[in-house]
């Protein structure tokens, strides 16, 4: 049924392309990114189609479609998946100097095949009425035998935790990581289940001390319709461990031209738009993601969080790492 329908997606596909349009295939579903849409084509007058999906069905789709893909641009979250999108040959190297010039050379593939658009850091959330925040300098020290039955966190095949691992890899290597994550697995309060927001509802309603989650989860269970969310992080606080030697844990969402885009100037011209001070600063006020562009500030929410500092290794060790994090967690029993 799913090739049936690619195939008929091709043929359809094949025969609307257009000079005047960029057509991307994007992971996220924010109303963020809708205005991002319509602000580029009032700037532009470049029609904008989007297909939203998951990012394995979108790498998936992309492989598939191979030279009939309609899509000119991929974006993703986490530097792993933009990573693999790379080493399945679904993109091809962008030639911008405004992209080269303006995000960091850590922030971006090694080959200009993918570049980084908003950052987010992954981080321990505990409760405000606690001392737990003041036994958290480090990673490293959640693997303390004292959080023991502490920890709540998501799944082994979340994409965040294997980044994370993947980062602790860099730094200590994989017998140390090993270690690290079979400690945590010791630590945890529960076998883990849900999404980063079930993970700090959890410790909110008493089941362990700490929460792994990212930073802007945060923001939208502040900004939720629903109560229980509301009611739940504002019991709650953030903390922004390092790693020994490094920093804060960060990710991001990024953007890559496909390998076969119709549109290629246009796609090139889009990621550029999305990493300008306009757009950068729309990121960063709505989505309560950090800005990727050097002189844009974060909101005023995400900035009442505090100052941390970023860990600077190259996102492109998250994917290098990707297979050896997953091993590793297999080994630890994390499930």
Known sequence: MFKKL???M???????LLANEVNIYSVRHYDTDKQLFKMFENKTGIKVNVVKAKGGALLKRLSIEGKKTPADVLITVDAANLFKAKTKGLLQAINSSYLKKNIPENLRDKDN???ALTKRARVAVVTIDSNT???ITTYEDLASSKFKGQIVVRASNNIYNQSLLSAMIEHHGEAYSLKWAKAIVENMARTPKGNDRAQVKAVANGLG??????????????NNKDKSQRD?????????PVFKNGGTHINISGAGVTKYSYNKANAIKFIEFLASKDAQKLFAQANFEYPILKGVKASK?????GVFQEDNISMNSLGQNNAKAVKIFDKAKWR
């Open 6 to 8: 690619i195939l008929g």
């Open 10 to 16: 091709l043929v359809s596909s094949s025969c609307v």
């Open 113 to 115: 095949q993918w570049f």
């Open 133 to 135: 925040d003041k036994e």
């Open 209 to 222: 001390k700490i929460a792994i989650a990212n930073t802007y989860y945060i923001g939208k269970m502040i």
């Open 232 to 240: 739940a992080v504002s019991k709650m606080k953030i903390v922004f």
């Open 301 to 305: 929410l995400v900035s009442s969080w």
